[in-house]
């Protein structure tokens, strides 16, 4: 059985220091991430769906630290655009984690095409990446601390089974997360 969405995030944060950038998908993830662990160095993306992955992307273009965005398959579904530039751009610094849960988790859990038809690994490596798809909790943790010591860009499709963990909402104003992320990654 795959795990949950949650699990995936914990293990995330269990394997990065004070150094790495975690940006986060719309939606639950962010709440996810933020109950886990907060730190200034999350950016929790509260609007603009599917754009994690392009977020992710500038912030690993223009800083040296490794840069992991927490994107989910309906969002990359949405911006399958993304895939074709994080391939052409190809930062060293930058793991893209895509959950695929094959469910648009936070709108009610209606299924995407990655339960039928699309297969995700097979889109990025088709663009130009080093895709990997786990199915388990211990697959997906060796596979993001191989990928934290590689010099060179990673997408890791974790599969996941549809679930949103009960959180409560990110209680710090937005614009407080954004200067306070923006003063974190400008002292490095």
Do not use: W
């Not at 394997?15 to 719309?26: A, L, Q, R, T, W």
């Not at 927490?70 to 610094?93: A, E, F, H």
């Amino acid at each position: 059985m795959y795990p949950k969405r949650i699990d995936i995030i914990k293990k995330i944060v269990e394997n990065v220091g004070d150094k790495e950038i975690i940006v986060s998908n719309i939606g639950f993830p962010s709440k996810e991430l933020y109950f886990v662990k907060d730190r200034e160095r999350n950016f929790y993306m509260l609007g603009s769906m599917g754009l994690a992955s392009s977020i992710g992307l500038g912030l690993a273009l223009n800083c040296e630290d490794k840069v992991i965005a927490i994107d989910g398959d309906g969002s990359i579904l949405m911006n399958l655009g993304s895939l074709s530039t994080i391939g052409y751009l190809n930062p060293k610094n930058y793991i893209l984690v895509i959950i695929d849960n094959s469910a648009y988790g936070s709108t009610g859990n209606q299924k995407t095409h990655t339960n039928k038809t699309t297969n995700l690994e097979e889109v990025a490596k088709g663009c130009g990446l080093d895709a990997v798809t786990t199915k388990s909790l211990e697959e997906f943790e060796k596979e993001f601390k191989k990928a934290l010591n590689e010099n060179k860009c990673k997408v890791i499709i974790a599969k996941t089974i549809p679930y949103n963990e009960k959180c409560p909402n990110i209680e710090i104003p937005p614009v407080v997360l954004k200067y306070r992320f923006m003063e974190a990654i400008k002292r490095s």
